[in-house]
């Protein structure tokens, strides 16, 4: 398939798992991607692989809580691909296992700044861009999170991912009128770096998986693979949605 042929893709926290793998998806199908994250090792390195590969791919270190590196980020693309089409924010960090107890109000307002306030100034760094180019697409990557409350878990996951739920509509609903697409996806638990502290221990996965009806996390390809419809013409009249991509998890 080559839905993105001629598009520019910016993906934020590209360097491994859900935001990588829709890194690798959106340039198999002819987008010029740029890899940003915060481990340059990693970014360069999947840019690198894609290249060798044939593709269109180049990274940019980007801490996504920085309104200058957005900026910086938005420019590089600019100058490096001429235009950008589309935004994924993907940039996400759960804040370690532990629920209020282990929570702190520095720690509250981290998980904050990286799930949402980044989503908040991607959005604002491409707007115009996007816009110049007739419209485009973006996609918030959200969590199960947004709908429901985990134990053991960062109050500020779930405050944030909330958060990139309601952000997404209120993007979709002022940026409509420029054609710019915006809608959010929200997975279940999924085989990333993110979750090691689950997958390695068979025991924990398996009680994990017992509470998903279709009884396995999913692989990141499987959330790139939603990520790149909402991205993608294919969805031409969706915006302001939020998709769930969790096997059933909130539908018990
Ligand atoms: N893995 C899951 O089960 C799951 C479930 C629901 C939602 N999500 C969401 O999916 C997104 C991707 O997570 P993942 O599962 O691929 O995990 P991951 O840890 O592999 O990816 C997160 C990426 O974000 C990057 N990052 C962290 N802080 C950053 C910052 N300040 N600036 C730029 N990049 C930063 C990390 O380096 C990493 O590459 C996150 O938003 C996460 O909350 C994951």
């Given at each position: 398939m080559t839905r993105f042929n001629d598009k520019v893709a910016i993906i934020s926290g590209a360097g491994t798992g859900i935001g990588a793998s829709a890194a690798r998806l959106f340039a198999k199908e002819g987008a010029k991607v740029v890899i940003t994250g915060d481990k340059e090792h990693e970014i360069r390195k999947l840019a690198e692989d894609l290249s060798a590969a044939g593709l269109a791919a180049v990274h940019f270190v980007l801490d996504a809580t920085s309104e200058e590196q957005w900026s910086a980020a938005v420019r590089y693309a600019i100058d490096t691909f001429g235009k950008i089409n589309v935004l994924v924010n993907n940039a996400g960090i759960t804040g370690d296992p532990g629920g209020w107890s282990e929570s702190s109000l520095?720690?509250?307002?981290?998980?904050?700044?990286?799930?949402?306030?980044?989503?908040?100034?991607?959005?604002?760094?491409?707007?115009?861009?996007?816009?110049?180019?007739?419209?485009?697409?973006?996609?918030?990557?959200?969590?199960?999170?947004?709908?429901?409350?985990?134990?053991?878990?960062?109050?500020?996951?779930?405050?944030?991912?909330?958060?990139?739920?309601?952000?997404?509509?209120?993007?979709?609903?002022?940026?409509?009128?420029?054609?710019?697409?915006v809608n959010s996806v929200h997975p279940g638990g999924v085989d990333t770096p993110m979750n090691r502290y689950l997958t390695e221990d068979a025991e924990v996965l398996k009680s994990v998986n017992a509470k998903i009806p279709m009884g396995r996390m999913a692989q990141p390809e499987e959330i790139a693979r939603v990520i790149l419809f909402l991205a993608s013409d294919d969805a031409s009249y969706i915006t302001g949605t939020d998709l769930l991509a969790d096997g059933g998890l909130t539908a018990v």
């Open positions: 520095a720690n509250f307002h981290q998980i904050l700044e990286v799930n949402l306030t980044s989503q908040y100034l991607g959005m604002q760094a491409v707007r115009s861009a996007i816009k110049d180019q007739g419209g485009g697409s973006i996609v918030n990557v959200g969590s199960t999170a947004a709908y429901i409350a985990f134990p053991n878990t960062k109050p500020g996951y779930t405050a944030s991912k909330g958060g990139v739920r309601q952000l997404t509509k209120s993007a979709a609903v002022e940026f409509a009128p420029d054609n710019i697409r």
